[in-house]
DNA sequence: TTTACAATATCGCATATCCGATAAAAAATA
DNA sequence: TATTTTTTATCGGATATGCGATATTGTAAA
């Protein structure tokens, strides 16, 4: 075992989040993975899931010339984030309290 | 993509949350996790990672006559939740609100 | 004791997740 | 425009996660 509990999954959840707030290129979703999670996705990991949540019609490009490209979310991406936020809750319900007592 | 953020990972840190309130077999686990995920973990996806756990002194079995085997928490199981329950609400303390509003 | 059942254990397989290296493209700067 | 830097894209490989099937073990009931 790598680590107990390293928190592996759950990084097209915390895109869709992180999104569904503000507008975000990779690169920027990367520094702010980095600022909570201590290590910063590489290249390698955080293009793909842009890619497969692009192409399940998640989230869309936000080009304009001249810019970095950012994505936002779509109709469905806002729906599947609902439902995973929902099934978040269910699982972890009782982080209620940690949270209370923590932040 | 199978679905977008199923939940995939955290097994182990929902285990000793669990584990963590209250003594709890295999088969309670399985249980419990059911109840929240809506689906049930196979034994064979259970059982290797109370294994594990107990490999890496994370859990101990308390058995008490038959074969159900209980687990609790080590002193080592109660640090490594800890530092996870930490790093857990930094990478979703906005989480928060959603239980606020949710729960 | 024999049978039936429930809980646990283990194995092989499929897939997901993530990384590092490398390349390409775009933007910024000179 | 030319050059440098930043950002994005892709690929191969390593490891983790979880499932289903099967076997084992222990318990209770017949």
Redesign the pocket.
Known sequence: ??ECC?M?????FIVLRLISKKSM????LSQEIKKRKG?K?????I?????ALSENGFIEEI?D??????YRLTKKGKKELEIATVKFCQIFYDMKDEFGRRC
Not at 41 to 45: C, I, K, L, Q
Not at 47 to 51: D, G, S
Not at 65 to 70: E, V
């Open positions: 075992m790598r390293d592996r999954g759950f990084l097209s290129s990779g690169h920027e290590s996705p590489s290249p390698g990991t293009y793909p899931v842009l890619k080009k010339k001249g810019k970095i490209k950012k």
